[in-house]
C-alpha cells in the first residue's frame, strides 16, 4: 500500500506560482496513476491533473496552460507546478495515487494553498 505525504503549500498573491510535491513510498511507483485534486470550502473534490505511468497529462479546463503536473521516478515524487494563480484556486490540495491493477485510490492529507492580495 502506498503513503503520499504532500508538501509546498501556503500563501501566494494573485499572479504567483507555487510548486506542489507529493512523495510517495512503501510501493512501486509505476504501479500508480498519479494525480492532484482539490477541495474549496463549501465545494466537492475536484480533479486538476493527473499523468499516467508513461507521462501522459490531463488537466481539468480551468488550469490549463498555468498547472504542469510531472513526475520523477526517482525521486517517487510527484510534482505540480502552478503558475499565474488566481484567487479561485484557493482550496486544500491533494494528492492521489490511483493503483492501475486494482483500480483503489490512495490518499495524501492535502496542503493548503490561499490566494490573496
Same mark, same amino acid.
Given at each position: 500500500?502506498?503513503?503520499?505525504? %504532500?508538501?509546498?503549500? &501556503?500563501?501566494?498573491?494573485?499572479? &504567483? ?8 513510498? &512503501? ?71 490511483? %493503483?492501475?491493477?486494482? &483500480? ?14
Amino acid at each position: 500500500q502506498v503513503q503520499l505525504v %504532500e508538501s509546498g503549500g &501556503g500563501v501566494v498573491q494573485p499572479g &504567483g506560482s507555487l510548486r506542489l510535491s507529493c512523495a510517495a513510498s &512503501g510501493s512501486i511507483f509505476s504501479f500508480y496513476k498519479m494525480g492532484w485534486s482539490r477541495q474549496a470550502p463549501g465545494k466537492q473534490r475536484e480533479l486538476v491533473a493527473t499523468i499516467t505511468s508513461t507521462s501522459i497529462t490531463n488537466y481539468v479546463d480551468s488550469v490549463k496552460g498555468r498547472f504542469t503536473i510531472s513526475r520523477d521516478y526517482a525521486e517517487s515524487t510527484v510534482y505540480l507546478q502552478m503558475n499565474s494563480l488566481k484567487p479561485e484556486d484557493t482550496a486544500v490540495y491533494y494528492c492521489n495515487a490511483n %493503483e492501475i491493477r486494482s &483500480g483503489i485510490n490512495y490518499w495524501g492529507q492535502g496542503t493548503q494553498v490561499t490566494v490573496s492580495s
